[in-house]
Structures are given as structure tokens and as C-alpha cells.
């Protein structure tokens, strides 16, 4: 289902929708009401998961959320369903934050970047350009003690992670051509909300705008915005391709997600469910982890196929030239995040990031 399709399927307005649900979940919230767990008492009423995200279905991360869903209510005989709410249609990306931490959704799957406005600036260590090779290392990263203590951090705020989800490399898309470091200047630019992102941008001569991923689409095609950087998979899902001439392949960042819960709802579940839904969540993490590449290497052929943008590889020369464009980016993020997680990511990688 695209973006479009959904919002067409509600007779009201996608922002009247949005602030009725957060006024429901503030007003339940303060009356100290659960909006989704009915409790013991209601012997028969399912446990109500609703997730929200940001992507459309047909995206690794929209597949994956399927799959937890299926495994999740079959598992537990129906005990348990989940309601899922793609493409931003209960929330946008900040909000789905607001809104897990007061109970109004209970689980979501927001990218790392966005995930700095909760637990710190080390989920920012993910947006560092080039950081990553491949897949392996970003895995090896998250599953090893950096992504525990990361997951951690995320606890003061009444949320606790349960898995890393992956999305892949990011390319730009603009209305010029963006090979060499000069082309960035007087582009507009969107990005998530991530200081790491905004100095990228600065680095690369840009400006810099920061918007909700549902946004983007109009802001490009009003030319609010000239170009932007994700995922093949959620540009061709987004059409962000039709509204932009330009695709450079720079795989010069990394997209991922962590899957978070409102801590006190997950805590409460009878514990033989919350075990049954761990184990659902495993095993639809690694499905999520075996499809991401082909998403989008499908949606990028599908992007090629379109005819609509011209689609260009960086040379290792030209990477070599943004990397040292964006050597300022390390320098402020050294004085913002952990020299933990530099130190680990160091002696898991083996070089220096
Ligand atoms: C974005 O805002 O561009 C991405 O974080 C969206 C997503 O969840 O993949």
C-alpha cells in the first residue's frame, strides 16, 4: 500500500487524525489509564500491540513488522495482536517518539539518528560517513557490547530496545548531478534530525534542512528542498525518484533502526507472552536482515528501470575527496560522543573509525 492509497483509505485529515491520537494518549496518560493492555480482569480482550513506523510496507522494515506480527499472533494463540500503522499514519517521526513514551503506541522502529533525542549522542556514532565497509561490520558493531550499552541509554526514558534492524547504505538524490564536493553548494538538503548529519552537510558545502520523512515528497516537488540522502528502498517507496533527476550512489552512510518498546507495558505482559514475543522478534529480525539488501538493490533497479533520474557511481577518487571533505564531521563528533564507543568501535573493526 503506498502513501497515498493510505491517507485515501481516512476521510479525515492526516494531521487532524495525528493530534486527536496524541490528545487521546495525553488525556489517557494523566488519568493513569493503559490504552492498550485491558488487564487480567477482561479475561478474553487480546493484549494490543500497536506498532507504528515511518516506511511504507514494502520495505524491508514494513516486512519485517509483518512478519513480527504474524509470529507474534500465532504464537500466542491470539493472545496477543498487533495492530500495525505504516508510512506515518498515526505519526510522524518525532512524534512516534512522544507517543511510545506515553503508551499511546507500544512499539516502533525509528532510525538511530532519531533515537539521539532519547538516549544521547553516541546513536549518532552510526551517521559518521564511510564508516561502515559493508553490513558485517555495522552487525558486528550492534551485536556486540556498543549496541547493549546503547539499548541501555534508552531506559531513562521509559523505553527499552530490543533488536537493531537494518536498512542499508545511503545515496543522495538531487536536481543536478552530484559527483564532486563543489556540486554541493547552494543545494538544499534534507536530513534526519542528527548533528552528525547537519555537519555532514555543512562539510560538504550544503544547507541543510531537517524534515519528517513524509514530508520530503512535497518539499522536493514544491523545490522547498533540492535534494535529499536515504536508502534506495525508501526513495523508490516514497517516489522521492520521481520528483528528482539526479541518483548518486555514494554509499556514504549508514540506515538503520533499533526496535524499541514503552518499557512499562512490555514489563507488565504476562511473562510467558513477553518470552513468546522475544522469540517472534528474533526471529523476525533475521528476516528483516536477510531481505534489506535486496530491497534495495530491487529498488534501485526499479529506480534505473523508472527512466525518470540518471543515476551515478562514484569514482574511488571522487569517495576519496567527499571523505576528506568530511574529516570535520569526526573532529565534532569526537567532542560529543563517548570515547567508549570510538575506543570499541576501534578494537571491533580493527581500525580506527
Ligand atoms: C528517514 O527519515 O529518512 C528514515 O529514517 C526513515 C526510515 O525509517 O527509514
Redesign the pocket.
Known sequence: MTRHQISAKSNQHPAIRRSTAVCSALALWVFGISLSWAGPSIADAPIVIQFS???TPETA?GKAAMRFKELAESRTGNRVRVEIYPNSQLYK?REELDALRLGAVQMIA??L??LASLGGADFEFFDLPFLFKDRAAFRTVVNGPVGLSLLKKLEPSGVRGLAFWD?GFKVFTANRPLQTVGDFKNQRIRV?ASRVLLTQMKSLGASVSVSP?TNVYESLKRSQLDGQE?SPS?IYTQRLHEVQSNLTVSNHGY?A?AVIVNKPFWDKLPHDVRLTLEGALREATLYEHDIAEQENNRALAQIRASGKVKIYTLSADERNQWRAALTPVYQEARGRISSETFSSVNSLMGTPP
Do not use: A, E, R
Request: glycine share 0%; net charge positive.
Open positions: 513506523h515511518v516506511v522494515k517521526d525509528p532510525s539518528s532519531k536498512n534526519q520523512l536515504n525508501n540506515l533502526y
